[in-house]
């Protein structure tokens, strides 16, 4: 298909501005016409072209006698005995989200995770072009404001150890009627090593790496060859089910509630229902395992995990098993999965697990944003379901027998306030998580504590290192990592301290303060990244030094009223049957209405 230049200043580009890995495109446009948007990507060619073809361009040019050289659309027009123009040749083309604001402007957003289906945009140039109802088409034209600063936005996102990169950067040419005709340009780029060389070669950085990649390769190829011969003989009947996480040896949290909600339905009746639980992200595992967990999951229909797997990546599965992910976290600030896209430990652009999945599950339907970004998937993928894990939660009988259970174990807390610190975890994953104790004087948590209060140390399970805590320092500072659920620590914690994690998420349920202890807040921001400002949107106090918490614990200021005003904006639908929808829109399939 060719086409001509339509570049309008009647559909122009008026803002861009970056949301981590959603671009924003702002586009003022003159008509009151619903408009569609769409990305096109385009060749160009300066071929001989038929005759029409050639007339046709001659229409949209100023003077068709005179040479126009620009680098788009409709480029250059001669009238020449060969009858030569310059014309795009139009790819490919994929629809841009866009809803219309107040002010009249479209705000096209482009998740860059997932701009072309599941994928990201090819190598190559792209325009946005705006559609009306009717099929007129228009190019849409920048701002010269916007042109003005087009290098600044530009993005470069590595990944790879920065041996590769995903760019994405901004251009423009002169238009007819010197209107600047807005240009996308997306790239795949790899680390040339022979730049000098007239002729490089995109290639393995090392020898040793191209070894692994090699090995890797085969390894890949034997588990996908046996997951489809297994398959093969083990024909989809729609009644297995599978609970799987690969990060932990039991099955927890939101996996778990469903797992139980299963079997209190009788479930298990009609159904083969099976679990596998292993640690297997960052841990070397034999080929038993291996084998054991390939050929159980050749044979499910339905597979719920809640957690990274990317046992996913070696190899697609059939079109007849559903993958679920119930993800076990709600809404904090640190950024993952594609989130952190162009950071240190970002995701490959393909072959991730998470572009696997069938439906991800979420807490509310304002997750949905935030989860969409994680996974760089499609939104239609995700089901506002509810949060499993926080199906009677608030209910009194499992409170009280929960207490009475904890403080038979712990006889020595009870009738004292508990100070629960969740932190998360610092560096880049499971391999090289850590937390940095020596930010907490523990001396004074101490003297704080004094005989009506308990410090309790809940680290992150990536944290292998726990505290060091001195005897003298136990009657008040104790380290309660083990325990199996957060979630149950929440009903004897009278205060929560944290920081990036999702921990409060679930906690502002029980509308208790939260203290933030953020002593690296704005290199957090900068580096590992943050779904959204800190500071501004915290529901709770923020400190960013230790000094700072310690006036706030004894001062008693939590900035408690945003604990109240976070209940209401994100948990207005619950109600405590996530796990029933569940089963009953997914595996019973009796309707998708959340």
């Known amino acids: 298909m060719e086409t001509f230049d339509t570049t309008s200043d009647k559909f122009a580009i008026t803002d861009i501005y970056w949301e981590r890995i959603f671009l924003h495109m702002m586009v003022t446009v003159e008509t009151k016409e619903e408009v569609r948007f769409v990305l096109r990507r385009f060749t160009q060619s300066h071929d001989k072209v038929?005759?029409?073809?050639?007339?046709k361009a001659m229409h949209v040019v100023e003077d068709p006698m005179v040479e126009k050289v620009v680098n788009g659309t409709v480029t250059m027009v001669k009238r020449t005995p060969n009858k030569r123009v310059t014309v795009n040749t139009i790819k490919e083309e994929t629809e841009v989200l866009s809803s219309r604001g107040e002010d009249g402007r479209y705000d096209c957003m482009v998740s860059i995770a997932a701009a072309n289906g599941r994928s990201f945009l090819n190598n190559g140039n792209w325009q946005l072009v705006a559609i009306l109802p009717d099929g007129e088409e228009h190019i849409c034209s920048l701002a010269y404001a916007v042109a003005e600063k087009k290098d600044d936005l530009s993005r470069v996102f590595r990944y790879n150890n920065n041996?590769?990169?995903?760019?994405?950067?901004f251009d423009f040419y002169n238009s007819k009627n010197g209107v600047l005709s807005f240009l996308m340009r997306s790239h795949f780029m790899i680390d040339n090593q022979k730049w000098a060389k007239f002729h490089s070669l995109a290639e393995a950085m090392t020898f040793k790496g191209k070894m692994k990649k090699l090995r890797h390769r085969f390894v890949c190829m034997l588990i996908n060859a046996y997951y489809h011969f297994v398959r093969f003989f083990a024909p989809k009947k729609g009644n297995r089910i599978l609970f799987m996480t690969e990060t932990k040896?039991?099955?927890w949290g939101n996996l778990k509630a469903v797992y139980d909600r299963v079997n209190e339905r009788g479930l298990g009746e009609d159904y083969v229902i099976s679990t596998s639980a292993r640690v297997a992200v960052g841990k070397h595992q034999g080929i038993k395992s291996w084998i054991k967990t390939i050929t159980l999951i050749a044979k499910q229909d339905y597979i719920f995990v809640d957690d990274f797997v990317p046992i996913f990546e070696l190899f697609h599965l059939d079109k007849k098993t559903r993958l679920i992910q119930l993800w076990h976290a709600g809404e904090g600030f640190k950024a993952v999965g594609f989130c952190r896209?162009?950071?240190?430990?970002?995701?490959?652009?393909?072959?991730?697990c998470h572009k696997e999945y069938t439906n991800v599950i979420t807490a509310s339907k304002k997750l949905i944003h935030v989860f969409e970004e994680v996974f760089g998937i499609e939104r239609s993928a995700f089901l506002p379901y509810g949060m499993p894990r926080l199906d009677g939660f608030l209910d009194e009988n499992r409170i009280a027998e929960f207490k009475e259970k904890f403080y038979k174990e712990h006889p020595d807390?009870?009738?004292?306030?508990?100070?629960l610190f969740a932190p998360t975890y610092r560096g880049t994953g499971q391999k090289t998580a850590y937390y940095p104790y020596e930010e907490l004087d523990l001396k004074q948590i101490y003297e704080y504590c004094g005989?009506?209060?308990?410090?309790?140390?809940?680290?992150?399970?990536?944290?292998?290192?726990?505290?060091?805590?001195?005897?003298?320092?136990?009657?008040?500072?104790?380290?309660i990592s083990s325990y199996p659920s957060i979630n149950d620590l929440y009903y004897i914690t009278d205060l929560l301290i944290t920081d990036y994690s999702s921990a409060f998420f679930e906690y502002a349920l029980m509308k208790r303060p939260v203290l933030f202890f953020t002593y690296d807040r704005e290199r957090y921001e900068l580096t590992r990244g943050v779904h959204r400002p800190v500071k501004e949107t915290a529901p709770g106090k923020v400190c960013d030094s230790f000094d700072e918490m310690m006036k706030a614990l004894y001062a008693e200021d939590f900035e408690a009223e945003k604990i109240e005003q976070f209940v209401k904006d994100n948990f207005g639908d619950y109600d405590g049957h996530a796990s029933d929808r569940i089963i009953d829109h997914i595996i019973l399939e009796k309707g998708l209405n959340a």
């Open 163 to 169: 041996h590769m990169a995903y760019t994405l950067t």
């Open 413 to 419: 807390l009870e009738g004292k306030k508990v100070i």
């Open 50 to 55: 038929p005759r029409e073809v050639y007339n």
């Open 249 to 251: 040896n039991y099955l």
């Open 341 to 352: 896209f162009g950071k240190k430990g970002s995701p490959f652009p393909a072959g991730t």
């Open 451 to 479: 005989e009506d209060k308990v410090f309790l140390f809940k680290m992150h399970p990536f944290v292998s290192h726990k505290p060091k805590i001195p005897e003298d320092y136990r009657d008040r500072i104790q380290d």
